[in-house]
């Protein structure tokens, strides 16, 4: 038995802790008042300003519409708080019994799965909270919540939850989610109805009536119910609106202005400010942004236009202004209520042939030219590995004869890339890669050449990018500068002093073969990648185009904007219809060629560069006796000699047996 003196020391003890306890909540509560009440205009969207300072839109969309509580069906509110705090009008922000069960609780599990948040709580964590579970983010919002019970009426409080609480499908706010769900104001609301909504923001996904009708279901009952036990309905109220068939809204919500646009730039704008997206989406803030609302139209036409909205193709596409890095219009997909899913942004797919600039970049480092000649023909490549690799052309044509790098490009000969691939090596191949700024993982096999590691459409857009701006290194944006409510400016985007990355020189006479997929002169074996779009055309482009099974990629740039196209299939399905392989170069095309504004592309030539008639098919000078002539352009000092009309062209193939021509023959004449 205990003596008596170690019982006093006992209940000391717990007379300290009980005192401690409560000095350190009357602190935190006297904190709370010194802080004085909270910023309630985090309860407003974020609003989305394009390139002209423009409203494109807020972060709720054009359905988000504040009511106030007179506004709402008293069912949808009862219904609420039946099921989020039945004791809402009963405490002080924290229900203590809730917390200590859920505590206890958590504590076995040794989780955080049960809740016991009220109203107050989630509308703290909507204002000013990451939806993070964790053991400071709980902290935090009870402190949130006592500090806006201390200073806003319940009334205020509820108001605020109501017009913030997400309902999923895009819809924030109970009058934007009653008119999405039922095509009807919140104050017109039924019983059956406002039951529904009250259940969907447990689980916006899972107990969306639109997505899993059983979970919402049942969990429309249980609010029912609770409903009737507390005494806020009759029983006759119960069995109708259990009885009640629900219409749901079937008319195509309105399209919002740039959706996918809106999402990247409220995650930039989330990193910016080192905030959580949600807090950005609710915390009031204007974000200026780089949208140039014109061209985001006529890319999001364009897409429409080409691709047939019952199909399950996809689509994305990226605009970048080579000078800057701004990203002018972004398509993620070609219906964001059915998939958000950024597909310009997040997703990654291989390439095709519209990764040869980055070889031929490095040929143009390693001795080739525009003349350079390899033959075309059917190939099995004995690797170093004792394998054996054997790539065609598309449709299985070859020229089974020497073609120029001009031609190889414009026709997307597959046998030249893998021997050029071979001759780079793959280490010089990948480290011209990074040079473009690709940072996808890339695989040093000959194929590679070919474009079968996979990149995401900003990522290879941005590389294009660097061609046109004559080799300089920027970083693709959508945000130009964040404010408050109040108008503060809280970011403003420095220009960056783009870094020569590229020869100005190499990524100038790249980017004049690249024009070549739309020049029919260069017409061989094949027709030219471009021949089905060109008579769209008007002005001048440089791009390629790639194919692969599952993929269709067209990516190109005029001097002022770069543009990349991807189509196909989210779950890998192969493209069977011809058709559809050609449907990237057609938005392209449409959309390149509408805001294109004065006609007059030219790209700028850096000094040390010349330009001469030549023939695309010898790669000699060309005269007017020659069958086909195209500008061609070279380093000084590479630039062919001879021409393609007389005796002098096999003296010349002997003339300019060099290291930049010569050699190359010889290694694959050697090896294949």
């Keep these: 038995m205990k003596s008596l003196k170690e019982l006093r020391l006992i209940y000391k003890l717990i007379g300290g802790i009980i005192l401690l306890m409560i000095a350190g909540i009357l602190a935190i509560y006297l904190l709370a008042y010194l802080m004085g009440p909270p910023n309630l205009s985090n309860q407003s969207p974020a609003i989305f300003y394009d390139q002209e300072g423009e409203i494109i839109e807020d972060s709720f969309g054009d359905s988000y519409e504040w009511v106030s509580l007179d506004n709402i069906d008293p069912s949808a509110i009862q219904a609420t708080l039946v099921i989020e705090d039945n004791r809402f009008f009963d405490h002080n922000g924290l229900d203590f019994f809730r917390i200590a069960k859920s505590l206890w609780n958590n504590f076995v599990s040794g989780s955080l799965k049960e809740g016991a948040s009220t109203i107050t709580q989630q509308y703290a964590r909507n204002l000013y909270l990451s939806p993070k579970k964790t053991w400071s983010r709980k902290l935090q919002e009870a402190f949130y919540a006592i500090r806006l019970e201390m200073f806003y009426s319940k009334e205020e409080i509820l108001e605020g939850y109501m017009n913030t609480i997400y309902y999923g499908h895009g819809a924030h706010g109970i009058e934007a989610a009653s008119n999405y769900f039922f095509g009807k104001p919140a ?54 609106a259990i009885n009640e068939k629900l219409n749901y809204q079937k008319q195509t919500p309105v399209e919002e202005a740039a959706s996918f646009f809106k999402d990247q730039a409220l995650k930039e704008a989330a990193q910016i400010l080192n905030k959580d997206v949600e807090e950005v989406k609710l915390g009031g803030y204007r974000l200026h942004t780089t949208l140039n609302s014109d061209y985001q139209q006529e890319m999001e036409a364009a897409a429409a236009q080409t691709i047939d909205e019952k199909s399950d193709l996809e689509a994305a596409g990226i605009s970048i202004v080579p000078q800057t890095g701004e990203v002018v219009a972004m398509v993620g997909g070609i219906d964001y209520h059915t998939s958000s899913y950024n597909r310009a942004v997040d997703a990654k797919r291989m390439p095709g042939s519209t990764f040869k600039p980055i070889l031929y970049y490095a040929a143009l480092e390693n001795g080739y030219t525009a003349s350079t000649t390899l033959t075309s023909e059917a190939t099995s490549f004995q690797l170093s ?53 690709i940072k996808s993982d890339l695989n040093s096999v000959p194929s590679l050449a070919l474009g079968t590691s996979s990149v995401s459409v900003i990522e290879l857009t941005n590389a294009y990018a660097r061609l046109a701006n004559g080799g300089k290194a920027v970083t693709p944006y959508l945000i130009e500068e964040i404010t408050d409510a109040d108008g503060k400016s809280l970011y403003s985007h420095k220009p960056e ?96 060629e509408k805001i294109d504004q004065d006609g007059k592309n030219v790209f700028s030539m850096p000094s040390g560069v010349v330009g001469l008639p030549v023939d695309p098919v010898s790669g000699l000078r060309a005269d007017v006796s020659c069958e086909k002539s195209r500008i061609m352009f070279y380093e000084k000092g590479t630039e062919p000699l001879g021409y393609c009309h007389n005796d002098e062209a096999e003296q010349q193939d002997e003339e300019i047996d060099k290291p930049d021509r010569g050699v190359l023959e010889k290694w694959f004449e050697m090896l294949f």
């Design 497 to 592: 002093e783009g870094k020569a990355v590229l020869d100005e020189k190499k990524a100038f006479i790249l980017t004049q073969l690249l024009t070549g997929m739309f020049d029919e002169t260069l017409n061989g074996y094949t027709s030219v990648t471009g021949a089905n779009v060109n008579n769209q055309l008007t002005d001048i482009y440089a791009g390629k185009s790639g194919t692969t099974d599952f993929d269709s990629w067209m990516v190109g740039y005029s001097p002022v904007i770069s543009t990349g196209i991807w189509v196909g299939y989210d779950d890998h399905r192969e493209m069977t219809n011809v058709a559809e392989t050609a449907f990237s170069k057609e938005i392209w095309a449409n959309y390149m």
């Design 385 to 437: 590995d004792g394998s054996t690799y054997q790539p065609s052309n598309f449709n299985g044509y070859y020229a089974d004869a020497p073609i120029t790098l001009a031609q190889a490009i414009a026709l997307s000969d597959n046998i030249y890339a893998v021997k050029t691939a071979l001759y780079i090596g793959g280490d010089r191949f990948i480290e011209a890669a990074k040079k473009f700024g």
């Design 187 to 240: 104050d017109q609301l039924s019983l059956a109805e406002a039951s529904m909504l009250a259940g969907v923001p447990k689980g916006p996904t899972y107990y969306s009536p639109l997505n899993n009708l059983e979970n919402a279901t049942n969990r429309q009952q249980l609010i029912l119910k609770r409903m009737l036990d507390n005494e806020l309905i009759s029983e006759a109220d119960y069995t109708a």
